[in-house]
Every structure is written in structure tokens, then in C-alpha cells.
């Protein structure tokens, strides 16, 4: 899917805190989440159990380890179930249908949440099921995003993802700045109007500042230690990501050396935002 090209050093802004959503915590002991992160820095990302990005548990963990001591920053995991499950075959079907087909008495949240914490040894929880897209992303070479209207999002992605502020068509959809990589045919985007770019994959992550109405996107790929914060190849593992010694399981010594770097900026930007050193600018993208 198109890159976000997001800027660097600048903060999104949205019409409302999203601080103020009600959303409850995966295990039912709370139904809003978000009643401790006002006035702290809060990152927030979606995600599931299994899926190819799922390593990144492993360097949020870092993170949430490196600031145990910063009482104004939490992390929070978003559970959404929107995605093709790729590589993970017990998940392919979506949480709910992995629940009904082991008989748990359990819920979609608590076994994204279980699978991080039993794999990655994570500490930070995760929410009850949301919807983040108006329909399921799949690998599909005919599906086009944004075509059909499957769901409704939850206010709270609408509101990080600035949908609310769209006209819609007469399928209920407003206009996707999104293409699929796997279409049969090339896929075009419609920039005569505006659009958003939605939820493009797991583990898209928002550093929502102290008021929750400005944030810090990241790309789902961004903290893999490959991609940067706009889902563009890192220049150094494009040009030697041929050679062998950076073959074999994640991560390799070029990957290990991107999740420094990617980590270390993400460091900075929860520093500024602690420290209220952004200065921010409006956009819909």
C-alpha cells in the first residue's frame, strides 16, 4: 500500500481529544482505558495475536522497559482484528473464530494480549475489540480498499484518522487514499478530493500527546528495522540487503541495526513530546 510520507519532527493535529473515548481494557476490569493517560504521552497501536509484524512486541518491550520510571508515558495496545493473519495459521480466520473453534471462554483482546505477554513477555495491556476499518484487509488481487463498506469504525479510530471530517458516498465510504500491492490490475488514488489514509496493517503506531489532540504517526513496518516512520525501505539494508550475512531469522545484524536507529527515534520523539518541544501543523494524511 502507498507509503504515508509522513513529515518528521511535526505533529498531527484532530478536532477532539482521544482521550475522551470510552473504550474498555481486554479483561473487562475497565471500560475506559484511557482514564489514566490524560496529561500523560500515550503510544498507541493496533494490533492482534499473530501476524507478521507481531516481532515488534519484542522492541515495545524495549521501549516500555527504557521509560518504567516515567510516570507520563504509557503504551497501549490496540486489539483490531481487520487483517489478513499471514504466517500464523491458528489466527488466519480472525480471533473471534479461534475462540469459537477451541471452546475459550475468553475474549479477542485476551488472546492478542496472552499471545504478547506469553511470547514477548510484554507488561502493557490491551483493549477490548474495536473496529479500525470500513472493511477486512486481504491479499485478495481483486479486492480494492475502500470499496465496500463491511463495518462501521470505531469514533475513536475515526477520530485519530480524521474520518469524521469526510463527505461519504452513496456506499457509505469516504474516499480511501489506500491501494492494494497485490491487485491484479495497478490501483489509482483519487487526490481530486479529500481522503485518509486508513489502517494499512498491525502495529501502526500513534504518539498522542499530553492533550490526545495532536500525534506522531508511524507506519506499521516502522520498528521491524527495516522501514522508517513512513514505510520506505531504510537506505542502508535497500543497498546491502543482498548480502548473505544478512540472511536467517529476525532479527538479522542489518535488521538489529534499523531497530536501533528506529527505536532511538522513537525515543526522541517521546522525549519531545514529555517535554512539549513539537511544534505541530494540520493534515489529513
Same mark, same amino acid.
Given at each position: 500500500?502507498?507509503?504515508?510520507?509522513?513529515?518528521?519532527?511535526?505533529?498531527?493535529?484532530? @478536532?477532539?481529544?482521544?482521550?475522551?473515548?470510552?473504550?474498555?481494557?481486554? %479483561?473487562? @476490569?475497565?471500560?475506559?482505558?484511557?482514564?489514566?493517560?490524560?496529561?500523560?504521552?500515550?503510544?498507541? /497501536?493496533?494490533?492482534?495475536?499473530?501476524?507478521?509484524?507481531?516481532?515488534?512486541?519484542? +522492541?515495545?518491550?524495549?521501549?516500555?522497559?527504557?521509560?518504567?520510571?516515567?510516570?507520563?508515558?504509557?503504551?497501549?495496545?490496540?486489539?483490531? %482484528?481487520?487483517?489478513?493473519?499471514?504466517?500464523?495459521?491458528?489466527?488466519?480466520?480472525?480471533?473471534?473464530?479461534?475462540?469459537?473453534?477451541?471452546?475459550?471462554?475468553?475474549? *479477542?483482546?485476551? +488472546?492478542?494480549?496472552?499471545?504478547? +505477554?506469553?511470547?514477548?513477555? +510484554?507488561?502493557?495491556? /490491551?483493549?477490548?475489540?474495536?473496529?479500525?476499518?470500513?472493511?477486512?484487509?486481504?491479499?485478495?488481487?481483486?479486492?480494492?480498499?475502500?470499496?465496500?463498506?463491511? &463495518?462501521?469504525?470505531?469514533?475513536?479510530?475515526?477520530?485519530?484518522?480524521?474520518?469524521?471530517?469526510?463527505?461519504?458516498?452513496?456506499?457509505?465510504?469516504?474516499?480511501?487514499?489506500?491501494? @492494494?500491492?497485490?491487485?491484479?490490475?495497478?490501483?489509482?488514488?483519487?487526490?481530486?478530493?479529500?481522503?485518509? &489514509?486508513?489502517?494499512?496493517?498491525?502495529?501502526?503506531?500513534?504518539?498522542?500527546?499530553?492533550?490526545?489532540?495532536?500525534?506522531?504517526?508511524?507506519?506499521?513496518?516502522?520498528?521491524?528495522?527495516?522501514?522508517?516512520?513512513?514505510?520506505?525501505?531504510?537506505?542502508?539494508?535497500?543497498?546491502? @540487503?543482498? %548480502?548473505?550475512?544478512?540472511?536467517?531469522?529476525? *532479527?538479522?545484524?542489518?535488521?538489529?541495526?534499523?531497530?536501533?536507529?528506529?527505536?532511538?527515534?522513537?525515543?526522541? %520523539?517521546?522525549?519531545?513530546?514529555?517535554?512539549?518541544?513539537?511544534? *505541530?501543523?494540520?493534515?489529513?494524511?
Amino acid at each position: 500500500m502507498e507509503t504515508l510520507n509522513l513529515e518528521r519532527q511535526k505533529l498531527h493535529e484532530v @478536532s477532539k481529544s482521544v482521550y475522551d473515548f470510552k473504550i474498555g481494557s481486554a %479483561d473487562g @476490569s475497565t471500560d475506559d482505558i484511557f482514564a489514566d493517560c490524560k496529561g500523560k504521552v500515550t503510544l498507541v /497501536f493496533n494490533c492482534a495475536a499473530g501476524c507478521g509484524n507481531i516481532p515488534q512486541h519484542a +522492541v515495545l518491550r524495549r521501549l516500555d522497559e527504557l521509560f518504567t520510571e516515567e510516570p507520563n508515558f504509557k503504551i497501549q495496545a490496540m486489539t483490531v %482484528d481487520d487483517f489478513t493473519c499471514h504466517g500464523y495459521e491458528m489466527y488466519q480466520d480472525g480471533l473471534d473464530k479461534y475462540i469459537e473453534r477451541n471452546d475459550l471462554d475468553t475474549t *479477542p483482546g485476551m +488472546v492478542a494480549q496472552n499471545y504478547a +505477554v506469553d511470547n514477548y513477555g +510484554v507488561s502493557y495491556k /490491551f483493549s477490548e475489540l474495536t473496529k479500525g476499518r470500513f472493511d477486512k484487509h486481504t491479499y485478495d488481487p481483486e479486492w480494492v480498499p475502500g470499496a465496500q463498506y463491511q &463495518q462501521e469504525p470505531h469514533d475513536f479510530w475515526k477520530c485519530l484518522l480524521d474520518i469524521d471530517t469526510l463527505d461519504r458516498d452513496e456506499n457509505n465510504l469516504p474516499n480511501h487514499w489506500e491501494t @492494494s500491492p497485490w491487485a491484479a490490475t495497478p490501483q489509482e488514488i483519487d487526490r481530486s478530493k479529500q481522503g485518509f &489514509q486508513g489502517l494499512q496493517g498491525n502495529f501502526e503506531k500513534f504518539l498522542i500527546d499530553k492533550t490526545g489532540t495532536r500525534f506522531i504517526r508511524y507506519s506499521s513496518s516502522f520498528l521491524l528495522g527495516e522501514r522508517d516512520q513512513g514505510g520506505l525501505l531504510l537506505p542502508w539494508y535497500e543497498e546491502g @540487503s543482498d %548480502d548473505p550475512k544478512y540472511a536467517g531469522s529476525w *532479527p538479522t545484524e542489518m535488521q538489529a541495526y534499523g531497530i536501533d536507529w528506529s527505536l532511538g527515534e522513537l525515543i526522541k %520523539d517521546v522525549n519531545n513530546l514529555l517535554e512539549d518541544n513539537f511544534e *505541530p501543523y494540520s493534515t489529513n494524511g
